[in-house]
């Protein structure tokens, strides 16, 4: 970044190659730009709906497969990313563990 910003502030008196080569920064390097998948920006609409139609108990396995039955070809990993991107987090229920059992062949146990 520091790099790149040294190259912007002296376009005016030197030329993109001379600098890159003097700061060791490839060209393409500097003329790099980052690009967002459009892909994602579509698909976080249908996946914030199923999401809310589901009252936010879907994850990412079952939005796929809502996503499949609507047309659209995604995989879990995307969705998954997507949502947590967009700070969805599906509920979920812990099973309780039942301690006490009943003593049904009626054993006598020593404490």
Not at 1 to 27: D, F, G, P, T
């Amino acid at each position: 970044m520091a790099k790149e910003n040294v190259i912007k502030n002296n376009l005016y008196k030197y030329s993109v190659s001379a600098m890159c080569k003097v700061l060791q920064l490839s060209r393409s390097t500097y003329y790099y730009e980052a690009k967002q998948k459009e892909s994602e920006n579509i698909l976080e609409a249908p996946i914030m709906k199923i999401f809310k139609d589901s009252r936010s108990n879907y994850g990412a396995r079952k939005i796929k497969i809502e996503l499949e039955k609507e047309g659209y070809q995604v995989s879990g990993r995307k969705i998954s990313r997507i949502m947590r991107a967009s700070g969805l987090i599906s509920k979920y229920l812990l099973h309780s563990l039942n301690l006490m059992l009943i003593n049904v062949m009626n054993l006598k146990f020593l404490i």
